[in-house]
């Protein structure tokens, strides 16, 4: 570099410094193959297979171009039309995984659970809002997979418990006594669809749970 001569720094068609790395959009390449053909020399001129070559780079970069602007443009529809079709879970209820439930007065109750494997012992704990136990039944041995039991809302003595907030809890073990994972579902109104970090949840019974996780959809 001569010395007192400071360099002026390129800019794209949109004014915007071009630093090492930048690309160039298909303006960009056109305005400099019009430049190239301006400023060449007319006693050699560019050779006509030379200059086809560069209008083929000139029309596969706006094919690129305009294919990943169409991308885009898919990505963000099929995006939206997603989101769209959640909002329409508000109000449906839905089987989550989740443990807390609303139990109405004389009501009775669906617990959805399941079990990894075979058990030879499966259980349920049923526990108010303060978290008491407040009844606890004994189920037998169950299969593996999903099950539901019906609980009729009452106590370990048979007595109706009043309506309210309620959580479970479910433990099983096989016939040696090792415990086998199982996992709680609750049924309950979406409240309200959260968009967060590209991902969707649902609010069911207070709980923020990803649609992904949705196992049963009623009307």
């Given at each position: 570099m001569i010395a007192g001569i400071n360099p002026i720094p390129s800019t794209n068609s949109e004014?915007?410094?071009?630093?090492?790395?930048?690309?160039?959009?298909?303006?960009?390449?056109?305005?400099?193959?019009?430049?190239?053909?301006?400023?060449?020399?007319?006693?050699?001129?560019?050779?006509?297979?030379?200059?086809?070559?560069?209008?083929?780079?000139?029309?596969?970069?706006?094919?690129?171009?305009?294919?990943?602007?169409?991308l885009e443009a898919s990505q963000a529809f099929d995006l939206a039309l997603s989101n769209s079709s959640m909002v329409n879970l508000i109000g449906k209820t839905v089987d989550a995984p989740g443990n807390k439930f609303e139990l109405g007065k004389g009501e009775t109750e669906t617990l959805s659970f399941s079990i990894g494997e075979d058990a030879s012992e499966v259980s349920i704990d049923i526990f108010n809002?303060?978290?008491?136990?407040?009844?606890?039944?004994?189920?037998?041995?169950?299969?593996?997979?999903?099950?539901?039991?019906?609980?009729p809302g009452t106590d370990s003595s048979g007595a109706p418990l009043p309506a309210g907030t309620y959580s479970f809890g479910v433990s099983?073990?096989?016939?040696?006594g090792n415990f086998i994972e199982a996992g709680t579902f609750s049924a309950g109104v979406v409240s309200d669809i959260?968009?967060?970090?590209?991902?969707?949840?649902?609010?069911?019974?207070?709980?923020?749970?990803?649609?992904?996780?949705?196992?049963?959809?009623?009307l």
């Open positions: 004014g915007n410094s071009l630093t090492s790395g930048a690309s160039l959009g298909k303006n960009d390449f056109l305005k400099l193959l019009v430049a190239q053909l301006e400023h060449q020399d007319p006693l050699a001129p560019q050779e006509g297979q030379e200059f086809a070559a560069q209008l083929a780079q000139f029309s596969s970069l706006e094919q690129l171009t305009n294919i990943n602007d169409n809002s303060a978290g008491a136990n407040v009844a606890s039944l004994s189920l037998g041995a169950q299969s593996a997979g999903q099950k539901e039991f019906v609980w099983a073990e096989d016939s040696s959260l968009f967060d970090e590209g991902e969707t949840f649902a609010i069911v019974n207070g709980q923020k749970v990803s649609v992904n996780e949705i196992s049963k959809v009623s």
